[in-house]
């Protein structure tokens, strides 16, 4: 089974600033089914990304993707205070819906 | 508008058995794969189960097969996890979640089982 690592395990940053979040998985991808999701305290997680770069619905473009293979990047432009959540990556499939175990943006 | 509602959580004693609801509403429900994710208290999310639009296919986590049962309601639009032989590890908010496969799209608040004696 493909095992996702993400890094950092945290992160503090300040509003305005740019958040690079890594995931990497422990065999490739395949045809990119990498997701990212956003999850905020008390609220069920919301999907962000999917095939590792497009956006879905409602996404603003501040968030990005990118990546192939086993080597997948969240990008944050300019963090908005509604930002600061936990964010968690995916490698989606028929079978297998394996979460990486998250990275925490925090308000420094 | 998509509303995925969980039910039937609960305390219950390890050994013992739950048995989850997902009402589906604002959607073609016999139209979309339909999953069961956990989240432990204060852990990551975790992918339990799926089952494909006329329920024919279904997977699940390697740490509840053979104990844990999905199926489907397509009349009903209603999505089941049958739980047996519960362990403390299986404490979690349960959400129910549509998508494609594993890409799930849309999610429930979720429903709270504790396993304990």
């Known amino acids: 089974d493909i095992v996702l690592t993400q890094s950092p395990g945290s992160l503090s940053l300040s509003p305005g600033e740019r958040a690079t979040l890594s995931c990497r998985a422990s065999?490739?991808?395949?045809?990119?089914?990498l997701a990212w999701y956003q999850q905020k305290p008390g609220q069920p997680p919301r999907l962000l990304m999917y095939?590792?770069?497009s956006r879905a619905t409602g996404i603003p473009d501040r968030f990005s993707g990118s990546g192939s293979g086993t080597d997948f990047t969240l990008t944050i432009s300019r963090l908005e205070p509604e930002d600061f959540a936990v964010y968690y990556c995916q490698h989606y499939g028929t079978s297998t819906g394996t979460f990486g175990r998250g990275t925490k943006v925090e308000i420094k | 508008e998509v509303q995925l509602v969980e039910s039937g959580g609960g305390l219950v004693q390890p050994g013992g058995s739950l048995r989850l609801s997902c009402a589906a509403s604002g959607f073609t429900f016999g139209a979309y794969w339909m999953n069961w994710v956990r989240q432990a208290p204060g852990k990551g999310l975790e992918w339990v189960a799926n089952i494909r639009q006329d329920g024919s296919e279904k997977y699940y986590v390697d740490s509840v097969k053979g104990r844990f049962t999905i199926s489907r309601d397509n009349a009903e639009n209603s999505m089941y996890l049958q739980m047996n032989n519960l362990r403390a590890e299986d404490t979690a908010l349960y959400y129910c979640a549509r998508g494609y496969l594993t890409l799930l799209r849309d999610w429930g608040q979720g429903t709270l089982v504790t396993v304990s004696s």
């Open positions: 095939g590792a770069s």
């Open positions: 065999q490739s991808v395949s045809s990119s089914y």
